[in-house]
């Protein structure tokens, strides 16, 4: 398969970051947008560190159709796209619901029609477990297979559900005008990826997550507590269903991640299926108090935590069953659960201020 060229959305945060280190390693050609909302440029200069390459950033808003149609105009060969841009705060989005729609909705279909006028085909979606909302209101749906029904209970849920179907809509529109007009309408592809919980940062410290503001997730909390920029961790409800009391969910290292996007995208372009939606995540379910203990671990000492009542809209158990990825893909997570609290545990301590610090001096050196 001939390399090709991929438009990175939100590709200078978190996952877009490692996704576009997976695509350079593998010989793609990668363009960024992102208004840097969430992200820092020093991103860039992290990954050319770590590949030798340096992809294009153009500094817009995915809500700006005829930003987006320009970077088309400009790299004519690109064919791909993968679209990592949005706001992604459960709580806040239930706040500044329309921020979430805008940015969220509003901002893929401005990049949906971008991508028509510019007949650029292929499309991997950032998706979230959390379109399935809680899957235990349905029975022998633990671990979830992406046949579990869909059942969002938060406003950023329901703006991934809206996006899904957009994408679907479209690239079914897309191969049916195609056969009308006598073509097979296959170069048109989308893949849906739910992704359940992203942990870790790179292994050699030089990248990881660098949320702005204060954070919402569980790792980059108790990163918080190891560094001392917070007390003690808030254990949300002890009186849940599960061994020790604690919910239940899917952490995934970020590098497995990152993979599973190359592997959608190259299996859209090989067997050009239509739209597919599939769960990344490990399979193993992990509870908050295996979290606070496996992070202490690699930390090398007890972190403070107490438990608090239960935070809102949070559910049981959220454990992918992966399987369709598994063997459709030929993608399965292999880092363990160890080693992502010991690489998010030497990022955090190599970069406690993030990325607004120069990197290492022995990657500067080396
Ligand atoms: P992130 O905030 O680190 O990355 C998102 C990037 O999009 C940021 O760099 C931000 O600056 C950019 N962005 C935001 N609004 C934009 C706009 N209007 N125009 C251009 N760029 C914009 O988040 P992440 O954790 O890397 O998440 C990436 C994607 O994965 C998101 O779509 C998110 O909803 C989805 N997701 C994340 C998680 C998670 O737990 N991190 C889980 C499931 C799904
Ligand atoms: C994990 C567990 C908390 C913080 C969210 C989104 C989901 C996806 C990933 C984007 C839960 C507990 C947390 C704390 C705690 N994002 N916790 N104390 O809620 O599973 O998923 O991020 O798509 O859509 O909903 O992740 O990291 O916030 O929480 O006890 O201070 O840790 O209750 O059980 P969550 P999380």
């Known amino acids: 398969m001939a390399v090709g060229s991929v438009l990175v959305t939100g590709g200078t945060g978190y996952i877009g970051s490692f996704t576009v280190l997976s695509l350079l390693d593998a010989g793609y050609k990668v363009v960024i947008v992102d208004n840097l909302a969430n992200s820092s440029p020093e991103v860039i200069n992290r990954i050319e560190l770590l590949t030798g390459q340096r992809p294009k950033l153009y500094s817009a808003d995915i809500t700006d159709e005829a930003a987006l149609s320009k970077i088309f105009t400009e790299n ?4 791909n796209v993968i679209h990592f841009a949005a ?16 940015v969220n909705v509003y901002g893929s279909l401005c990049l949906l029609k971008a991508m028509e006028k510019h007949n650029v085909t292929n499309i991997v979606f950032s998706s979230s477990a959390t379109v399935y909302g809680d899957a235990t209101r349905v029975p022998n749906m633990i671990p979830i297979p992406e046949h579990c029904p869909i059942g969002a209970t938060n406003v950023y849920g329901m ?14 529109a897309q191969r049916n005008k195609a056969k009308k007009a006598g073509k097979s309408g296959e170069q048109f592809n989308g ?14 410290g030089v990248m990881g997550e660098d949320p702005q503001g204060i954070p919402y997730n569980l790792l980059p909390l108790l990163a918080q507590v190891a560094v001392g920029k917070r007390e003690k961790l808030l254990v949300f409800g002890d009186d849940y269903k599960s061994k020790d009391g604690t919910a239940i ?9 990152a993979r599973g996007h190359l592997m959608a995208l190259n299996y859209l372009r090989e067997k050009k299926p239509g739209v597919k939606a599939w769960n990344l995540g490990t399979g193993l379910g992990s509870t908050v108090f295996d ?19 239960r935070r809102d809209g949070d559910v049981l158990n959220l454990t992918a069953n992966p ?19 010991e690489d998010l545990w030497r990022w955090t301590k190599n970069n406690p201020e993030g990325y607004r610090q120069q990197p290492p001096q022995e990657f500067v050196d080396a």
């Open 249 to 257: 969910r899917d952490y995934i290292h970020i590098l497995d991640l």
């Open 159 to 172: 703006t991934k559900v809206a996006v899904e179907d957009m994408i679907t809509a479209q690239v079914k």
């Open 291 to 309: 979290m606070v203990k496996a992070f202490s671990t690699a930390v090398g000492r007890d972190l403070p935590y107490e438990v608090a009542p």
């Open 323 to 341: 399987a369709a990825a598994n063997s459709e893909l030929g993608w399965k997570a292999e880092r363990t659960l160890e080693d992502a609290c």
């Open 76 to 79: 004519p060969d690109i064919d």
């Open 87 to 102: 706001l992604k705060a459960v709580g806040e989005s239930g706040e500044i619901p329309l921020d979430y729609w805008t």
């Open 191 to 204: 893949a849906l990826l739910r992704y359940f919980n992203p942990a870790g940062a790179h292994p050699s």
